[in-house]
């Protein structure tokens, strides 16, 4: 058995999935083993025959078709043979010894179910990978709002995105952390039933509460250092593809309210959520339709 499985999905993401896969090679591991294994979501830029070519250690299973993430998250769960599951994104770079920190970690704190690596911009700026909970002002000063870049050290703003924690340096509980470099004892993450394979977009947050539900702890490791491309492994979305993400993040976001809130079926804050959700989505898909027909013009 080895110490770590390295869980990744990709789709379409070849030259992203090499970086992400070399970065494993060339990591720190002090000892430590660990098994890499790839879900391809049907892919059609042959990052499999680049795998079987350049990786043959890494385990592929080939879905053919696009099963989302949190369904194949699991699939690569089921697949592993080790002491803990570390997902990570496509796009991303590992960086010196940031999973075997982790793996040191949680061998040392029983109580913590999941801990989350500091995510950062190929620039080395913060993705504040460990947040707060999100809540009614965090759609207005969300991490990529406007109104955020505009008063990034409000005190609300330092709040959700743990701020003051990050700068400390040590790691820190999180009400949730990224999916994109994420480790976790199987126990915690089965006990859960592993990601919620009803959602696309939220599914960290909603595990981190179910976890937070069932007494074990959700921390970040502010010295487990990944780089994360962000949404960059797919390349560029045509329309089509931006409207599925735009309306499925939205759709997200008021199931992960619903739950997170613990409001009742009838409360009037679902609905004044919602009535703000959509016509968020609304706006947004708007954008994308116009930038989409300039781009193509």
């Not at 999905?9 to 591991?29: H, M, P, T, Y």
């Not at 061998?107 to 460990?130: I, M, N």
Request: aromatic share 14%; charged share 25%.
């Amino acid at each position: 058995m080895t110490d770590v499985a390295i869980i990744l999905v990709g789709i379409n993401a070849r030259d992203f999935v090499k970086g992400c896969i070399d970065s494993l090679q060339k990591a720190e591991w002090r000892g430590k083993t660990f098994e890499a294994i790839y879900i391809d979501n049907g892919s059609k830029d042959d990052t499999c025959k680049m795998l079987a070519a350049e990786f043959p250690w890494v385990q592929v299973q080939e879905n053919g078709y696009n099963a989302g993430y949190c369904k194949a998250a699991n699939q690569g769960a089921r697949l592993a043979k080790s002491r803990y599951y570390y997902f990570i994104n496509d796009d991303t770079i590992v960086l010196d010894d940031a999973i075997a920190l982790l793996v040191e970690f949680m061998d040392e704190h029983p109580e913590v179910a999941t801990v989350g690596s500091r995510l950062l911009y190929p620039d080395g700026s913060e993705q504040y990978s460990g947040r707060g909970f999100p809540t009614f002002m965090s759609a207005f000063m969300g991490r990529r709002s406007p109104l955020t870049r505009l008063f990034p050290n409000a005190s609300w703003v330092r709040k959700y995105l743990c701020k003051d924690q990050l700068e400390k340096g040590e790691p820190f509980d999180a009400d949730w952390v990224s999916a994109a470099g994420q480790i976790f004892r199987p126990a915690d993450f089965w006990k859960v039933q592993g990601y919620d394979e009803t959602y696309y977009y939220w599914h960290e947050a909603i595990i981190c509460r179910r976890l937070a539900d069932a007494k074990r702890k959700v921390m970040l490791h502010p010295k487990s250092r990944v780089i994360h491309y962000e949404g960059k492994g797919s390349g560029v979305r045509p329309y089509k593809s931006q409207k599925f993400h735009i309306v499925d993040f939205h759709r997200g976001a008021y199931r992960c309210f619903c739950e997170l809130s613990r409001t009742g079926k009838f409360h009037p804050a679902r609905y004044v959520v919602g009535g703000l959700l959509a016509a968020r989505a609304a706006f947004k898909l708007a954008i994308a339709r116009v930038q989409t027909l300039f781009s193509e013009t």
